[in-house]
């Protein structure tokens, strides 16, 4: 499907983490975009669009839009050839009911945005931020499945709404993309599946889990031990362009794992410690898994999420990303590295 790129992109969730990077680029490419929020008027949550707006071809259009409210996304939509839908909950410590948190809004916002594409005769392809753990619920689930590494050919299955419910409410929304493309033959879906993101953030009034991850590897909050865990990461600067080539790449198809690495918490750490030196309260050790276990319900997680995740390998194979989009995928390192000096730029994470 070939997109105008004359014709502006809408990006719901536009100040999001992620968004505000693909917003950036499209602008600075000279791409009109028109982003919903769902405070336009409130300028710590918007400033940074706006500031990104400036001296750029491209004009950044402020839409006001709920997940939840039928209809919503349909004036933000008019005129545009491509959807990028990014906004979703990214919550995992702290909730209190889960399907109304992160189920709700992933599941049905999705089917809103894709009813409103269905209206709006001039939309052409919507490509839909899913992830990893739409692939996967928990590490183990690789072995029990007996793979080296998760492929697009994987669907989570051990998700649910009382076990990692968030795994849950990506994979319910993206299946929920696949049925509603199935049903029209206008405009065609595209998933891209990045694994944790992390790299610098453009604003800091973002709630995703992103942003807590890098600030409590050093501000002590996991200093008596890290769990035995690796991550599969992606830079956010990396997953931003694999939107933006999903959306403009003509013949894109399909789902796209996109991350960089798997590297365990513990070489995180020794990584940023490298750069940053030792003025911070680094974890201190990787703690033992029975440890992890029996403190789980005090660190916000269920026994059962640490006995599925803690020492089990995760990995994935992204080649099919490199294909057929052309990403390639920054290192770890530098991720992490520039993440870190961004919040000590913006004074989010302080030396003790
Ligand atoms: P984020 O900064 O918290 O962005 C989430 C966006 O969704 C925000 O713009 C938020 O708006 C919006 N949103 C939440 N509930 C909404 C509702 N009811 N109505 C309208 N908008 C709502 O998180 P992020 O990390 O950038 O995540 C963006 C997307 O990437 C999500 O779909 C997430 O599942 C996916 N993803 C993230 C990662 C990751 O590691 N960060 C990895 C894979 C996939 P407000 O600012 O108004 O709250």
Redesign the pocket.
């Known amino acids: 499907m070939q997109i105008d790129k004359t014709k502006p992109v809408l990006v719901?969730?536009?100040?999001?983490?992620?968004?505000?990077w693909i917003v950036k680029y499209l602008l600075a490419d000279g791409v009109d975009v028109h982003a919903?929020?769902?405070?336009p008027n409130n300028t710590a949550?918007t400033g940074h669009l706006l500031k990104a707006a400036e001296g750029t071809r491209g004009k950044l259009t402020l839409f006001k839009?709920?997940?939840?409210k039928d209809g919503a996304f349909d004036a933000a939509m008019q005129g545009c050839e491509l959807v990028i839908h990014?906004?979703?909950?990214?919550?995992i410590k702290g909730l209190k009911d889960a399907q109304k948190e992160l189920v709700d809004?992933?599941v049905m916002?999705t089917r809103n945005v894709l009813d409103a594409a269905n209206r709006v005769a001039s939309v052409k392809r919507v490509v839909l931020?899913?992830?990893?753990?739409s692939v996967y619920g928990d590490a183990q689930d690789m072995h029990t499945q007996g793979l080296k590494a998760f492929t697009e050919a994987q669907w989570n299955t051990t998700s649910s709404v009382s076990h990692q419910p968030?795994n849950y409410?990506?994979v319910a929304a993206e299946k929920v993309g696949w049925d509603i493309v199935k049903q029209q033959t206008r405009w065609d879906f595209i998933t891209i599946?990045?694994?944790?993101?992390?790299g610098p953030s453009l604003?800091t009034?973002?709630?995703?889990?992103?942003?807590s991850t890098i600030k409590e590897l050093a501000d002590g909050t996991l200093q008596t031990g890290v769990p035995n865990m690796e991550i599969a990461i992606?830079d956010?600067r990396d997953?931003a362009r694999a939107h933006i080539l999903a959306g403009f790449t003509a013949e894109a198809s399909g789902r796209h794992l996109a991350v960089s690495e798997s590297v365990t918490m513990w070489q995180l750490v020794q990584t940023l410690k490298a750069r940053f030196g030792s003025g911070y309260r680094w974890p201190k050790m990787v703690a033992p898994k029975l440890v992890v276990w029996l403190m789980a319900p005090m660190a916000g997680y269920s026994r059962r999420f640490a006995a599925r995740n803690v020492g089990w390998p995760l990995r994935f194979d992204c080649s099919y990303i490199q294909k057929d989009l052309g990403l390639k995928f920054r290192p770890v390192a530098e991720t992490v590295g520039d993440h870190f000096q961004q919040m000590l730029d913006d004074g989010v994470l302080k030396p003790r």
């Not at 839009?65 to 939840?68: G, M, R």
């Not at 931020?129 to 753990?133: P, R």
């Open positions: 719901t969730g536009g100040n999001g983490y992620i968004a505000s919903t929020v769902r405070e949550k839009a709920d997940l939840l990014t906004a979703s909950p990214f919550v809004p992933a916002g931020t899913a992830s990893v753990v968030y409410s990506k599946n990045p694994g944790l993101v992390l604003t009034a973002s709630d995703s889990t992103s942003l992606v956010v997953a």
